[in-house]
């Protein structure tokens, strides 16, 4: 998630950087699918799944709201 959005930042355009915080939405969504994934194969146990996403899940409403943010300063930039 980090790494999409720092190579978005690193391309200096806003829209770009917007682009790369949607993919890191999508990372974090499939983050939660790997970890269904362990959780189904005995790779971690119901305690540990639970405990990671607990950590996983706040990260999806603190990028939503980044996201938001980001659209309204590019809207501001379009005059909208």
Request: glycine fraction near 8%; aromatic fraction near 12%; avoid cysteine.
């Amino acid at each position: 998630m980090a790494a999409n959005s720092s190579e978005g930042h690193g391309r200096y355009h806003i829209k770009d950087f917007q682009n790369f915080n949607y993919f890191s939405r999508g990372s974090l969504s499939e983050t939660k699918t790997w970890l269904l994934k362990a959780r189904y194969r005995k790779l971690i146990t119901d305690a540990q799944f639970e405990k990671l996403l607990a950590e996983v899940d706040p990260l999806g409403k603190m990028l939503n709201n980044y996201i938001a943010f980001n659209g309204k300063h590019l809207n501001q930039q379009r005059g909208d």
